[in-house]
């Protein structure tokens, strides 16, 4: 995947047109340390980067809130996550500056345990 070919992924699948071929490019030599291109191996360091191609927006890492108050003092929000997943949820939840914890509520003889 050269500069170019980049460029068109750029375009048609993440709807970004602004980027150009040289800025395509220079995200290549970065990644592979040269500018023959991206193998498959790269393209996917390359799109699970944070620094260089996260979801979350960069000012999301910068805690603005005040977060000084008691716990009772903040919104608190229940769900239910696949064991499984649990995990790397509070670790999105952690890295973009939530306060969180996780408690495990099941049932244990009819009675809830946690």
């Not at 970065?30 to 000012?59: C, Q, Y």
Request: hydrophobic content about 35%.
């Amino acid at each position: 995947l050269k500069g170019a070919q980049l460029k068109a992924f750029m375009d048609v699948f993440q709807g970004d047109a602004s980027i150009s071929v040289e800025e395509c490019s220079q995200m290549v030599k970065k990644v592979t340390g040269i500018s023959a291109g991206f193998e498959l191996e790269d393209f996917g360091v390359w799109m699970t980067d944070s620094s260089e191609n996260s979801v979350i927006h960069p000012t999301a890492h910068t805690v603005y809130q005040n977060m000084t108050h008691p716990f009772n003092h903040y919104y608190i929000s229940t769900t239910r996550i696949p064991r499984t997943d649990t995990i790397s949820y509070l670790n999105v939840a952690l890295d973009v500056g939530c306060r969180a914890f996780h408690i495990e509520v099941y049932s244990e003889g009819g009675e809830p345990s946690l």
